[in-house]
């Protein structure tokens, strides 16, 4: 099994793709980040307008983002199995290890490992993202009449209001509470896409389907069947990162962060299983 | 000394396609045993059960009475040359076999000593992506010879490779075969004239059925051949042979004479005081053989065009000119 995990390994490093995926994760966490902290108000519908720039709740908003590393963390699980397929390194990786039971396995263990690593760097980039946006001493000043994003402190004393300034207790005390969730959530999304990838054996229908009901059929099932939704795997995962955000339309109901990540290791471990008993397990022609 | 044992293998595609049907052989250490028949009789089907890639319907293929998915650490025994795909275009090739390589617990210097074998050693840290055909084939010899395995298996190894890499391969397989021992070799062909060259045992398949299984000499053996000779006197030739009770035909300045051989058709052309400018004698081909073992379907020799393609054969590159309905010419040698 070590020589699996290593040859896992082996793999994983020496195609450009992966270096690609764990790219975008900084490129996106620092784009949508700078974006989202600057943004008028915050994003979300109920606190739209009054999440005061520099406040704690509005790191919370801005690190919200860094959750988003799990929809690269499908695609790389996917990678991670449908790639044998359609290049047919399958064919060279079964001669050498016919029982496909355990090559899966092996993918299942790296897979989670390098869902990891993407985590912690989707939660560096945000670490990054913090220090930066307290060095800048983005501030505003929340008054009677509302939010002055940017009023400067003298002003807003002026004004009786209570003044903001972005600082590191505040983006630590966020970013700590966050990162654990999102860095082990990141790693089970990866087991979900090669359950994913296992099943349905082509590269494109799994991302297709991993992306799209992550994103598009889960928050419609939220918004409709909020007691449902919450055990989709993008709520679990949400809830399992304590970003308090949805995925989307609505507001779905949560699971504790622990039950988040049983649902997430269940749909992982439940579609690997049944795709390496009859997709994987079919001859390879 | 390894064996590899087929009995009654059979697999089924589906309801309608019975690929390989109630199959029994066997093939031995030592010798370079070629897998024969038509596209679409079954050989890369059988060579896949072989390894475990495709479950057979029923029946067995064994390797010393073990089923390769049981074989421990199968790169150590068998090496398998399937198809020159397989690769990750994005990894270079000394990665690719680094992978397989890990898988096996193969010492890495074993990788630089296969792609050194192949040729590949000042390629092997580009992208396999950018490789040739014939690149990648060699590379898939390399991968299988990793484990410097004692059953070595080939389907269509010479796909892509250039005349001195096919010749190059030809005595590689002898050699490999009679090293250690012996070691079994299976190589599968469609290129009949190049098998004929490299192996000594035949396993010649049609429709999923075995058609021959033996030593090519002894397949051979008891054909007819046939004497062309190239005169200027042709027609006193022919009625000289006629005489001698040796049926010929003319074909402009050539006479063929079947069923005979030199030293007989010599001392009539002396006799007679016949000019001669050319003597050539035909023993039956492999590819006459084997036309009459499949049915005459593959090649007409004698215009090097294909006929009776099976629907099988889809996914493979066509042969370089398309059926014409020609007749079936089991018996046409070529001089």
């Not at chain 2, 020159?84 to 680094?98: D, T, V, Y």
Request: net charge neutral; aromatic share 6%.
């Amino acid at each position: 099994m070590i020589r699996l995990l290593s040859a896992e390994t082996r793999k994983l490093w020496t195609i450009w793709s992966t270096y690609v995926l764990f790219g975008i994760v900084v490129v996106v966490d620092l784009l949508f980040g700078f974006a989202l902290a600057f943004a008028p108000g915050g994003r979300r519908g109920g606190t739209a307008g009054i999440v005061p720039h520099g406040s704690e709740l509005w790191f919370a908003n801005v690190f919200s983002v860094l959750g988003n590393s799990r929809l690269l963390a499908l695609v790389l699980g996917v990678l991670i199995i449908t790639g044998e397929y359609r290049h047919r390194t399958a064919t060279p990786v079964f001669l050498a290890e016919p029982r496909r039971g355990r090559v899966v396995t092996a993918k299942l263990g790296i897979g989670f490992l390098g869902g990891i690593a993407l985590g912690g760097l989707s939660m560096l980039a945000g670490l990054v993202l913090g220090l930066v946006l307290v060095a800048l001493k983005v501030h505003s000043c929340l008054t009677f009449s509302g939010v002055q994003q940017g009023m400067a402190q003298a002003a807003c004393r002026a004004h009786n209001g209570v003044y903001f300034v972005a600082n590191t207790h505040d983006m630590w005390h966020q970013w700590s509470r966050i990162a654990p969730g999102i860095v082990l959530g990141t790693g089970l999304f990866v087991i979900y896409g090669v359950g994913l990838g296992a099943l349905l054996k082509n590269q494109v229908v799994a991302i297709v389907t991993g992306l799209g009901f992550t994103l598009v059929v889960e928050s419609i099932i939220g918004a409709i069947w909020p007691t449902i939704g919450e055990y989709l795997p993008g709520q679990a995962a949400t809830a399992l990162e304590d970003t308090k955000t949805t995925v989307g339309i609505g507001h779905a109901e949560q699971l504790p962060w622990w039950g988040g990540a049983v649902m997430l290791v269940i749909y992982g471990v439940v579609l690997t299983v049944v795709g390496t008993l009859t997709t994987i397990r079919s001859d390879v022609t | 000394m390894s064996t590899i044992e087929a009995r009654g293998l059979t697999k089924r595609f589906g309801s309608e396609v019975l690929a390989v049907d109630h199959l029994d052989f066997s093939v031995a250490p030592g010798v370079v045993t070629g897998f024969l028949g038509p596209n679409g009789a079954g050989k890369t089907t059988t060579l896949r059960m072989l390894v475990g890639l495709v479950s057979p319907t029923s029946g067995s293929i064994l390797i010393d009475g073990l089923d390769y998915r049981h074989v421990l650490n199968p790169t150590m025994r068998v090496g398998a040359v399937l198809e020159a795909s397989g690769f990750h275009p994005a990894r270079s090739a000394r990665n690719h076999l680094k992978v397989i390589a890990t898988m096996a617990g193969i010492p890495f210097i074993r990788v630089d000593q296969c792609l050194e074998l192949v040729g590949l050693s000042s390629d092997a840290d580009r992208a396999v992506g950018g490789y040739s055909m014939g690149m990648r084939q060699r590379l898939e010899l390399a991968r299988a010879l990793l484990g410097e395995p004692d059953i070595l298996v080939l389907d269509e190894p010479a796909n892509g490779l250039d005349p001195q890499g096919i010749a190059w391969l030809r005595d590689f397989l002898k050699g490999y075969a009679v090293e250690k021992d012996g070691r079994v070799v299976l190589v599968s062909s469609h290129l009949l004239s190049e098998a004929q060259l490299t192996v000594e045992e035949v396993v010649i398949l049609n429709a999923g059925r075995l058609a021959a299984q033996g030593r090519l000499e002894d397949l051979l053996s008891g054909s007819t051949t046939a004497v062309r000779i190239r005169t200027p006197d042709a027609g006193r030739l022919v009625e000289a042979l006629a005489a001698a009770r040796l049926p010929a035909t003319r074909d402009g300045d050539y006479v063929v004479c079947e069923g005979t051989t030199p030293a007989v058709v010599g001392p009539i052309i002396v006799d007679n005081r016949i000019e001669v400018h050319e003597m050539t004698s035909s023993t039956e081909s492999l590819e006459a053989l084997f036309f009459s073992l499949t049915g005459g379907e593959g090649m007409d020799v004698r215009h090097g065009t294909a006929v009776g393609e099976s629907p099988q054969t889809a996914g493979r590159p066509p042969p370089a000119a398309r059926p014409s309905p020609g007749e079936p010419d089991p018996g046409a040698s070529p001089t």
